[in-house]
T-cell receptor, first 114, second 111 residues
Framework: EAQVTQNPRYLITVTGKKLTVTCSQN?????MSWYRQDPGLGLRQIYY???????DKGDVPEGYKVSRKEKRNFPLILESPSPNQTSLYFC?????????????FGPGTRLTVT | GQQLNQSPQSMFIQEGEDVSMNCTSSSIFNTWLWYKQDPGEGPVLLIA?????ELTSNGRLTAQFGITRKDSFLNISASIPSDVGIYFC???????????FGQGTRLTINP
């Protein structure tokens, strides 16, 4: 089954404790992206990657890192999480950057930073 | 950053009613997309619009790309319980490749 998977689905952590949210897709997609969803703000792009070893900042990259060492995986790293990073995070992938390619979203990771 | 204004933010309707929601912006978009997010899931694409004035249907859903390129609407006819969820509009700014999302419309249906 074609899908985007994220782990963990739920995470509660404390300020400053480094964490990684994994994202994996099995569709051989080149383009992958991370979003955060907050009430009243919709989805905002954090980082995106057009291919292996090619990443770029989205609209809200501060406090986040990403890496793209393999085509299928695109982990999101929070080196020192803070409470304002409490949010619902989505990973997405598509064949390419062109808007005509549909983006497939993962099920989401709900992160709480205390 | 660029924002889309999506309204209403929430809707409470009776099963069988029609639903209408829209997105507007002060900027010109060359693509409009409508997504639905079920509880506990990621957004799923419902309808994509690529031309100004385009009217596209997907079952009971109909969406239109505004003539001015600055707005879009989504209609749902004869709502059913599985229509419950959050609906997002998304647009691609002219000359850009990324998507900008609206704030979402949360639809609740009373049986």
């Amino acid at each position: 089954e074609a899908q985007v998977t994220q782990n963990p689905r739920y995470l509660i952590t404390v300020t400053g404790k480094k964490l990684t949210v994994t994202c994996s897709q099995n569709m051989n997609h080149e383009y992958m992206s991370w979003y955060r969803q907050d009430p009243g703000l919709g989805l905002r792009q954090i980082y995106y990657s057009m291919n292996v070893e090619v990443t770029d900042k989205g609209d809200v990259p501060e406090g986040y890192k990403v890496s793209r060492k393999e085509k299928r995986n695109f982990p999101l790293i929070l080196e020192s999480p803070s409470p304002n990073q409490t949010s619902l995070y989505f990973c997405a992938s598509s064949l390419g950057l062109d808007i005509t390619y549909e983006q497939y979203f993962g099920p989401g990771t709900r992160l709480t930073v205390t | 950053g660029q924002q889309l204004n999506q309204s209403p933010q929430s809707m409470f309707i009776q099963e069988g009613e029609d639903v209408s929601m829209n997105c507007t912006s002060s900027s010109i978009f060359n693509t409009w997309l409508w997504y639905k997010q079920d509880p506990g899931e990621g957004p799923v694409l419902l309808i994509a619009l690529y031309k100004a004035g385009e009217l596209t249907s997907n079952g009971r859903l109909t969406a239109q790309f505004g003539i001015t390129r600055k707005d879009s609407f989504l209609n749902i006819s004869a709502s059913i319980p599985s229509d419950v969820g959050i609906y997002f509009c998304a647009g691609q700014l002219w000359g850009a490749q990324k998507l900008v999302f609206g704030q979402g419309t949360r639809l609740t249906i009373n049986p």
